[in-house]
């Protein structure tokens, strides 16, 4: 059965397939909206845009508007809970976390964050509102949110209510200490083996929790976005390193946990002086990373060569597979 994609671009949602190793575009739709983040799950597909979310039932054929509820229009990510069926998370900007229990179809709001919020007045550098939710990882009832400029939020029910984790000091901390995390998250990711194994790319470097965010560890110190880890091998993973805001972006491997690195950039002509990668989406035994600057790679995990794929699309903001 050949893997279907959706990929979130400034051009609309591009839906691609993978046949005899080669990846192909299939359809598009959506087109003219500028799509910031997809999720698919249990034949839905959600594409979140700066002005809402659609919605649709068939495979992205069609699209319906899915604004129910949704207090906030600018949507930054979008997660669907594994555990949970038809449970969907919507993150946004200014930041707020909403939740779905119907694959999508309506939305409400968690008020804890929106308290949260402006309780730590988080902020973006970039942008006037009061931070934003980038990120969402979940395993059985763990949940964790991941806020640029604010801080690591966890859920203990399966997404239903949220607080600032305990390595965490919930609002702008640039400087931490241990076992504080940086506040200037940009994503997460639990392992598939422990809800307590927790890592984190920050503007302040790479941290890893092994307590479920009650204490993290600086592993690396960089600007970051992206990491993946090995779900066969917690000590095994792949992280987006730059030296600031795209700036001398490259690709770099750890096997011992973070106490050494190196570099992973066969195929590519690293360090990029003005990009980085924004995200990593594994689909099987291939990784796939979006680059700041629209680019989406590819590399076989067996062997780290890395190459361009769907040179066509350009500006790709995000990835997902149906789950």
Known sequence: MDTVLYLATNEGLATVERSAGEWRLRARSLEGRSITCVAAGGGFVLAGARDGLHRSEDHGATWQPANGGLEIPHIRWLAFNPAGDGWAFAG????????????????????????????????????????????????????????????????????????????????????????YIHSDVHSIAVHPDSSDLVAAPTGGGFFRSKDGGKSWENLYRCYCRAVWIDSADPDHLILGPAD?????????????????????????????????????????????AVLSNGELISTRLGDLQWRRILPELGDVAAVAMEA
């Open 92 to 179: 946004t900007e200014p930041a707020g976390i909403f939740v779905s229990l119907d694959s999508g179809g309506s939305w409400r709001a968690c008020p804890e964050v929106k308290q949260l919020r402006e309780r730590h007045r988080w902020s973006l550098p970039y942008s006037p509102e009061s931070g934003c939710v980038r990120g969402f990882a979940f395993h059985g009832q763990r949940g964790y949110a991941a806020v640029e400029d604010g801080c690591v939020l966890v859920s203990f029910d399966s997404g239903e209510s949220w607080e600032v984790a305990a390595g965490s000091r919930g609002g702008a901390d640039h400087y931490p200490q241990q076992p």
């Open 244 to 288: 600031g805001v795209d700036r001398y972006g490259r690709i770099e491997e750890t096997l011992d946990g973070g106490h050494s690195w190196r570099i992973a950039s066969s195929g590519l002509d690293t360090p990029w002086r003005n990009h980085m990668v924004e995200r990593f989406a594994q689909v099987g035994d291939e990784l796939l």
